[in-house]
Antibody
């Protein structure tokens, strides 16, 4: 059974930084691209970032480009999101998500970790 | 970037009725690379449909997807009580970035 467990969400001040982690199990982690998707309270889904299976390529939404960095450690079956220069607009539940073999389709999701940016 | 517009915003129906949800893209979605997800309160989204019309593993056959180009539809043939949720479409034809629609809330009438 696929398990994706996010951690690291806290209350952080505007301008602050945070690193989210996602521990993956139940599948061969380094076979799959991985995503971060976020959901602001009461709002819809917003794609944030994608990293290929080997970490060789990364992609970002315009809203986070230059501030967020996605990375992975395949030896630890872990995905990360480093977030800098946080603003109130970054307040959201952040989901770690596994891409399917179909490409671009998100097959499995974690339960999310909540990031709140507030003074 | 492809923008997806879902309609209606809210759909009020009764169990046993048929639900038709629409997703319109601002430009053609390559190879019908469109997916549908269901999200219930307090839960992560769940993949229902991919490649516009293929059901994901374990999804009941009352869920079906159709469409191509810029117009896509999710149909639930006979609503069960557990089907009342928010539904999102997502395109991955020109990914990245992948983009989501804003969602349709399916509520009990």
């Amino acid at each position: 059974e696929v398990q994706l467990v996010e951690s690291g969400g806290v209350v952080v001040q505007p301008g602050g930084s945070l690193r989210l982690s996602c521990a993956a199990s139940g599948f061969t982690f380094d076979d799959y691209a991985m995503h971060w998707v976020r959901q602001a309270p009461g709002k819809g889904l917003e794609w944030v970032s994608l990293i290929t299976w080997d970490g060789g390529s990364t992609y970002y939404a315009d809203s986070v480009k230059g501030r967020f960095t996605i990375s992975r450690d395949n030896s630890k079956n872990s995905l990360y999101l480093l977030m800098n220069s946080l603003t109130a607009e970054d307040t959201a539940l952040y989901y770690c998500a596994q891409e399917s073999t179909f490409g671009g389709v998100i097959k499995d999701w974690g339960q999310g970790t909540l990031v709140t940016v507030s003074s | 970037e492809i923008v997806l517009t879902q309609s209606p915003g809210t759909l009020s129906l009764s169990p046993g009725e048929r639900a038709t949800l629409s997703c319109r893209a601002s430009q053609s979605v390559s190879s019908s690379y469109l997916a549908w997800y269901q999200q219930k309160p307090g839960q992560a989204p769940r993949l229902l449909i991919y490649d516009a019309a293929s059901r994901a593993t374990g999804i009941p056959d009352r869920f079906s997807g159709s469409g191509s180009g810029t117009d896509f539809t999710l149909t639930i043939s006979r609503l069960e009580p557990e089907d009342f949720a928010v539904y999102y479409c997502q395109q991955y034809g020109s990914s990245p970035p992948i983009t989501f629609g804003q969602g349709t809330r399916l509520e009990i009438k």
